[in-house]
């Protein structure tokens, strides 16, 4: 019997039927954050310590209240963000900020085997990105708040094991909403299914997909890890997130509640520790409920050089990506050869 925390029940326990406005009658200001984190994971805490956090520095002017979802899936959370009416910010993967906030550059932070390793993605994402992404994104109508992760993603399969990229030839791959991994997983040579995070549970059950990909920490706390069997450690996409705010509501108040949230930068930085702890120990996990596949050298050079071989193809198909990935794999080959 599996042991895992089922934690579905809380990816559709709040709807968002009846949101409070913004601006409400006794003079403080809601802030209503959009997130799929599963309420006993360190995404939840990290939040519930941001929610602390700015409305003590606040002095209670900022209610910081987080919205689970009721049928909303990530990319709707992103335009829900930019209307700035019934959300207010929200967490949530680049993948989907990207699509959903029409920030196509962005998708190629997530391209495959683009990161070796979690050293690489923090000097990226903290010392490269930040400043063009914001900018990106406060075009769009954002203001980026902080970027944290979900982590490095592998394959779970039900029916057969994922060990080469032929493999995945024609098996029916649930993908996330997202041009990045729709592509990824054409480059395999799959058949992609998007799907919503809401969705991808009973797409399981029902065998409309067999499979999908995501870090152990989602696998177990998402609740999905039921119909499958296998897991496979190839690490093929390091998957960032990112908690972004409505630049309109951004904007509309004062510089010092905008310094508030801006201080809360170092709070997701630090947060991102504690998930890669968490998801070590889920994964070790996984090989008592899965079998779990640990590739070898020289098989997971077989998945890399697919993944790389479609990065240039797919940063010129989207407005702006030729020029972020060559911005990120310049300093990328600057730092491998020190």
């Not at 930040?130 to 980026?144: D, Y």
């Not at 989207?318 to 990935?325: A, K, M, N």
Request: net charge negative.
């Amino acid at each position: 019997m599996k042991r895992f925390i089922a934690a579905g029940a809380a990816l559709s326990a709040a709807a968002f039927a009846l949101f409070a406005t913004p601006s409400q009658a006794d003079g403080t200001i809601e802030l209503s954050v959009g997130s799929l984190a599963p309420t006993n994971s360190v995404w939840w805490e990290m939040l519930k310590s941001m929610e602390r956090a700015i409305e003590t520095q606040s002095n209670g002017q900022i209610d910081f209240v987080i919205r689970p979802p009721g049928q909303m899936g990530e990319v709707e959370m992103v335009r829900e963000t930019r209307r700035g009416e019934r959300l207010q910010g929200c967490a949530v993967t680049t993948a989907a900020l990207a699509e959903g906030g029409n920030v196509a550059a962005l998708q190629v932070v997530e391209l495959p085997y683009l990161f070796n390793d979690f050293a690489e993605a923090d000097h990226v994402l903290d010392n490269v990105l930040w400043t063009p992404v914001n900018e990106l994104l406060g075009r769009r109508g954002f203001v980026l708040g902080a970027w944290s992760e979900n982590g490095f993603r592998s394959f779970a399969t039900k029916g057969k094991a994922i060990r080469t990229p032929e493999d995945l030839r024609g098996f029916k791959m649930r993908s996330q909403e997202s041009a990045v991994h729709m592509a990824m997983y054409n480059a395999f040579g799959a058949q992609a299914v998007q799907k919503s995070m809401t969705e991808t549970l009973t797409a399981l059950q029902s065998g409309v997909v067999n499979g999908l990909d995501n870090p152990p920490l989602f696998l177990n706390l998402g609740g999905l890890s039921g119909p499958l069997e296998y897991y496979t450690i190839s690490e093929h996409i390091y998957q960032p997130a990112a908690i972004v705010w409505s630049k309109r509501f951004y904007d509309g108040l004062t510089p010092e509640l905008q310094g508030i949230l801006d201080a809360q930068k170092a709070l997701a930085t630090s947060a991102r520790v504690d998930i890669r702890s968490e998801n070590d120990v889920f994964q070790e996990m996984l090989s008592e409920e899965l079998e779990v596949i640990t590739l070898t050298d020289a098989e997971k050079a077989a998945f890399r050089r697919v993944g790389r071989g479609m990065h240039s193809d797919f940063a010129a198909s989207v407005d702006g990506g030729t020029e972020l990935l060559s911005t990120i794999q310049t300093e990328l080959d600057r730092r491998r050869s020190q």
